[in-house]
């Protein structure tokens, strides 16, 4: 566990991170980890930080992987709260959605990875729309970042001047670059998302869900760098 923002944890894990946003009185998520063993991780780390499990009140869905959903049902059971999560991937987070094209080798992952871990989809309680604004963490609003999947989703603070990218690029080992185009359902609105994305006011960064452990201006600085190098 990292704290990320003086009011943000970054819980680390072997193939995607996720986060927990700090108010006051009440925690939100975003995404579920993909670990097994994520819901104990959580439960322990907040612990740590002299939170509660119990105040988790509402978990935001960023899109509708597998890694990203995997742990969404168990966490909702142990503490519960509201799962939020984007409606153009209502299809896709209830195991339903047809890839097309190259994605369909993602698909049969999904389906594979699906099925061998027995996967629960999880209850929804309420969808989101593009560009939706909500009262979590103060002012969080969904900024819609498609090509990953339809409904990719970040959640943009603008009183933080924050983004929580999601899957909109990766940065391991100094390199940072577009999911792989077998992951995507539209490359070309990848690099549209990266435009979108990068024309936000970031002065706090950029958080991501497959990264290193660098702070928020590094990756903002990332995010640059893809936008130029797409000719953005």
Not at 143 to 154: D, I, R
Not at 164 to 183: E, I, T
Request: hydrophobic residues 35%; negative net charge; contains cysteine.
């Amino acid at each position: 566990m990292i704290q990320v923002f003086p009011d943000c944890l970054q819980f680390r894990g072997r193939l995607v991170h996720h986060y927990a946003l700090l108010d006051r009185d009440r925690i939100i998520l975003i995404d579920g980890g993909f670990l097994s063993n994520t819901p104990s991780r959580v439960e322990e780390q907040l612990s740590h930080a002299g939170r509660s499990i119990e105040e988790v009140s509402h978990i935001l869905l960023t899109h509708g992987h597998f890694d990203h959903t995997r742990n969404i049902a168990e966490l909702r059971k142990r503490t519960g709260a509201a799962v939020w999560a984007p409606k153009l991937d209502e299809d896709l987070i209830a195991g339903e959605f047809k890839y097309v094209g190259s994605a369909r080798a993602c698909g049969a992952v999904e389906w594979i990875g699906r099925r061998l871990l027995g996967f629960e989809p999880p209850i929804v309680d309420r969808w989101l729309e593009p560009e939706e604004k909500t009262e979590l963490w103060g002012d969080l609003e969904c900024v819609p970042l498609p090509g990953h999947t339809q409904g990719h989703t970040g959640y943009y603070s603008p009183s933080r001047e924050l983004l929580f990218a999601a899957d909109l690029f990766s940065n391991y080992f100094g390199h940072q670059k577009l999911p792989p185009r077998w992951l995507n359902s539209d490359q070309r609105a990848v690099i549209e998302s990266i435009r979108s994305a990068s024309c936000l006011s970031l002065g706090g960064g950029v958080l991501l869900s497959h990264c290193h452990s660098g702070t928020p201006e590094d990756h903002r600085s990332n995010l640059q760098f893809l936008a130029l190098k797409h000719g953005i």
